[in-house]
């Protein structure tokens, strides 16, 4: 489904991913793990074309997105939910689900997902005309990742939800994250929950300062020296 083949990218001529290569199949939950500032949320940001990419190529179901304009990724079916939640915070949570469908023309179509998305979320409905900066941080990142699939994506990609929540809720929010893949939704998360991440994940890749080190199915890596002595400290 997505191809990601030799990447680089930078910030003002400072390298920020070297030579990253990697893939989603449909249907997977893939995670990309590593420490903070070891270019996972840079990865993403390439995808979504919000930083553009000094070479390589970014394939998505046979269309290269590194030469399209960010609007365009999401017309193509893919939902960036970014880390820090990136809300309207004087705006609604309903409003925020609103703008999360932007490309769908059709009200009928808007209700239906608005009514699916309560039903995943009910403290959403609950909250529905409450405004999203008075949220916790748990609530703003349901609403994050809602607001995310309104756009009935292809492939939804999510970056760092677990960040400043509460371990409950973090618990909350993966096991959503599974229970939404196994309808079918194609998954590319990013995480600093090395654990949590390559537990759900089908398969994983290992980041370190830009680059792939390791990769496999996310149980194997789990029980890989390179896992247990980088993060989890075994």
Do not use: W
């Amino acid at each position: 489904m997505l191809h990601v083949n030799k990447i680089r990218a930078s910030y003002d001529d400072v390298p920020a991913l070297h030579n990253i290569s990697f893939r989603v199949e449909r249907g997977q939950i893939v995670s990309i793990v590593g420490s903070n500032g070891a270019g996972k949320s840079t990865i993403l940001k390439s995808i979504s074309c919000i930083v553009r990419i000094n070479s390589g190529t970014i394939d998505f179901e046979g269309t290269r997105l590194d030469r399209l304009p960010p609007h365009r990724v999401v017309e193509h079916g893919i939902a960036h939910v970014p880390e820090g939640r990136r809300l309207f915070a004087r705006l609604s949570v309903h409003q925020n689900l609103l703008l999360g469908a932007f490309t769908q023309k059709s009200e009928e179509t808007r209700q239906k997902m608005l009514e699916r998305i309560y039903g995943f979320f009910p403290l959403l409905k609950e909250r529905e005309y409450q405004l999203a900066g008075t949220l916790s941080g748990g609530e703003q990142q349901m609403l994050a990742i809602a607001r995310g699939l309104m756009l009935q994506p292809k492939m939804l990609m999510l970056d760092e939800p677990s960040l400043g929540i509460m371990p409950r809720l973090c618990a909350e929010i993966f096991d959503f994250i599974n229970e939404i893949n196994q309808e079918g939704m194609t998954i590319l998360l990013v995480e600093q929950n090395v654990q949590e991440a390559l537990a759900l994940a089908h398969y994983a890749y290992v980041i370190q300062t830009g680059q792939v080190v390791a990769e496999g199915a996310g149980k194997e890596l789990l029980e890989s020296d390179i896992v247990r002595k980088a993060f989890l400290g075994l």
